[in-house]
């Protein structure tokens, strides 16, 4: 059901339909196939150690595992995780990097701070509806983990979770959402399996070694500096003046009435979360100075290593 309002219209909208009810049965059905698949990833978790031989976990990782051997273990809850958070960050990196890169919604809206705040795009809405569910997967399997139970995981996982949310039920930000639900995911795709090679070591100089480590470690870096700091604070720039400017003009009063409240919120918690990425920049870019020899560390874990430290705070 799309918005057929027009967005550059100056007449008031007295009702705006929810986009939730379009996708409620498709978001029980997706939370449903999360669990299903991470809870049927750890009572396999036997069979996928075998096709993928995946190492014992690392030591650290094993300390609360019952068992002889505390330094032993395979630790199916993280695997689980991973591979579920994979998958779902995969298909938002994708949608977002297609409707965002190559088909341009740029042009499907109208080029007005009305447009890219109200106008219809059929991807931000579908990224509104995936993002809310797995967030709220995210947070519910995190509270489970002790390694995923951190305080700035959890905040992370209750704004996104109500960004995507208020973007779904109330239809705004389409055009923000597909960056900031789409594209900014595509840095958290090369970190799953860096995360992957920090809870199950490999062993040293074997292919995935190498993928972790001299691929996707840079390709991680790369692509978090992008998107995470250049264009997040580029496009966060944009939606703070047509937020301005559709509050000094009246036009949210009259294309969401009783809504402006969303728009205050959207602007917080976007602040909020980019200050995040500028504290787990600062991480990423002291690794990478000290990988290219500046104030080297002989004690150095790696950008991942790092990374997870600053969550852990």
């Not at 264009?231 to 402006?260: C, E, K």
């Amino acid at each position: 059901m799309k918005n057929k309002h027009d967005a550059s219209s100056p007449s008031t909208t007295t009702q705006i339909p929810s986009g939730f009810p379009q996708y409620r049965t498709q978001m029980f059905l997706g939370f449903a196939i999360m669990t299903g698949l991470y809870c049927i990833s750890i009572a396999n978790f036997g069979i996928f150690r075998e096709i993928l031989q995946l190492p014992p976990s690392a030591p650290e990782y094993c300390q609360s595992q019952p068992g002889d051997d505390a330094s032993l273990c395979w630790r199916a809850d993280l695997f689980a995780f991973e591979l579920v958070s994979g998958l779902a960050l995969m298909w938002c990196g994708y949608k977002g990097f297609c409707a965002w890169h190559i088909k341009k919604i740029q042009k499907m809206i109208p080029n007005t701070p009305e447009g890219r705040l109200f106008g219809y795009i059929e991807e931000g809405h579908t990224l509104t509806a995936v993002s809310t569910t797995f967030q709220l997967f995210d947070l519910g399997v995190s509270l489970l983990i002790p390694e995923q139970r951190q305080f700035l995981f959890l905040c992370h996982h209750i704004m996104a979770a109500t960004v995507s949310w208020y973007g779904l039920n109330n239809q705004y930000f389409h055009y923000y959402g597909v960056f900031y639900l789409g594209c900014s995911e595509i840095s958290t795709i090369p970190l799953v399996a860096i995360d992957l090679a920090k809870f199950f070591p490999p062993e040293p100089g074997s292919n995935y070694d190498f993928l972790a480590q001299a691929i996707c470690g840079p390709l991680f870096a790369i692509t978090f500096t992008y998107y995470r700091v250049i264009l997040w604070w580029t496009v966060g720039y944009q939606m703070f003046q047509d937020i301005f400017h559709v509050l000094r003009s009246g036009n949210a009063d009259r294309m969401r009435p009783g809504r402006n409240h969303v728009l205050y919120v959207m602007m917080l918690l976007n602040l909020l979360l980019g200050a995040l990425q500028l504290y787990w920049f600062t991480i990423i870019l002291g690794e990478a100075m000290e990988f290219l020899g500046f104030g080297a560390n002989e004690d150095a874990q790696g950008i991942e290593g790092k990374y997870q430290e600053g969550l852990e705070l």
